[in-house]
């Protein structure tokens, strides 16, 4: 939408901009601020096929991953951080900041054990981050993240987490490829609306060509 019909709001979503790039500029760990950034990209194309409210639903967005728990000591202190910049708006309505709110705190993904959200703007702002978690752009996010950890790319010697035993699991190895079976893979079915579906089987499609091709170039077959 133009948010320029919209003074208040636009600035508001310019605050939000700020908060979020201050928070995630420096981040490795796979919340880096240009995520954040598609995040909000793809819940205004999702808002509006989905009729979802764009502006909750960016605002939303932007502010989702401020909270997560690999940015905090702990859950509680990072949805504080995120009720405490929402008080400072007094442009927003009461409504649209226990929203936000509500949103954030619910949307993770929690291996997927979550229950479902309950508005149309929650579905969007959760599909838009799991859709970048989903083709081209989430494959090489993996890497990253792996690198960071200390994860190697693929050994074929360590089981996916479900198999491992438990000092296995404790250990917290694993590797990046086993992470596309652990969570990447499972994503397409866990999307709420149409409009996202649809983009997130296009990407799980290239994602499982280039395992295939990963496969066999791993055994020289290729
Ligand atoms: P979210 O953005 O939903 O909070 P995560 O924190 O699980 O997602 O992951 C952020 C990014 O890091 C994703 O692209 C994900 O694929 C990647 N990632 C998370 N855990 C791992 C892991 N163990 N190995 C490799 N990549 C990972
Ligand atoms: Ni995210």
Known sequence: PSWTSYPEQAETIEAA???????????????DWWHVHRVARMVERLAREEGADAFVCVVAAL???????????SKEEGL???GDWL???????EDERLHVMDIISTMSYNGGGNPPMRTPEGRVVQDADRLDAI???????????AGWKGDPLHDPRIPPREKM????YRQDKSTAINHFHEKLLKLKDRINTGS???IAEERHRYMEAYLAQFGLEWEGEA
């Open 165 to 168: 035993t438990a000092a296995e």
């Open 87 to 93: 008080a400072g708006r007094p442009q927003m309505t």
């Open 135 to 145: 083709g081209a752009i989430a494959i090489a996010r993996t890497f990253v993240y």
């Open 196 to 198: 996202a579906r649809r």
């Open 17 to 31: 901009e700020r908060f979020a790039r201050s928070v995630h500029e420096c981040d490795r760990t796979g919340h």
């Open 63 to 73: 502010l989702h991953d401020v909270a997560d728990e690999k940015l905090n000591p």
């Open 80 to 82: 504080r951080k995120v």
